[in-house]
């Protein structure tokens, strides 16, 4: 059984830094391609970056390409998101989530149906 659990989050001011982190157990680790999703209230869950099974692609939202870095460490099993210059808008519930692939796989997996297995979240609030 593969579960997901994520934690960092936290309240902070605009402009500070935050990094999440989101342990894997169960499956084979190294064959995931991994995600990070957000939800604010009353908005659907969207992309926010993800990583290949190798770590040596990533991709993300244009609301924060430049601000965010996706990584991951396959020797601890975690995935990380690490968040700075945060604003206002980036207050929401942060998810990871995973998919098995294959090692020639290059699709550019973003949307929330990509990804089979969920974490619960954790929240982050930045404040004006």
């Known amino acids: 059984q593969v579960q997901l659990v994520e934690s960092g989050g936290r309240s902070l001011p605009a402009g500070g830094s935050l990094r999440l982190s989101c342990v894997v157990s169960?499956?084979?680790?190294?064959?995931?391609?991994l995600g990070w999703f957000r939800q604010a209230p009353g908005k659907e869950r969207e992309f926010v970056a993800r990583?290949?099974?190798?770590?040596?692609?990533?991709y993300y939202a244009d609301s924060v390409k430049g601000r965010f870095i996706v990584s991951r460490d396959n020797d601890k099993r975690t995935v990380y998101l690490q968040m700075n210059s945060l604003k206002s808008e980036d207050t929401a519930a942060y998810y990871c989530?995973?998919?098995?692939?294959?090692?020639?796989?290059?699709?550019?997996?973003?949307?929330?149906?990509?990804?089979?297995?969920w974490g619960q979240g954790t929240q982050v609030t930045v404040s004006s």
């Open positions: 990583i290949s099974r190798s770590g040596g692609d990533t």
């Open positions: 169960g499956g084979t680790f190294s064959r995931y391609a």
């Open positions: 989530a995973a998919r098995p692939t294959i090692l020639s796989d290059i699709t550019n997996y973003i949307r929330t149906d990509d990804f089979h297995f």
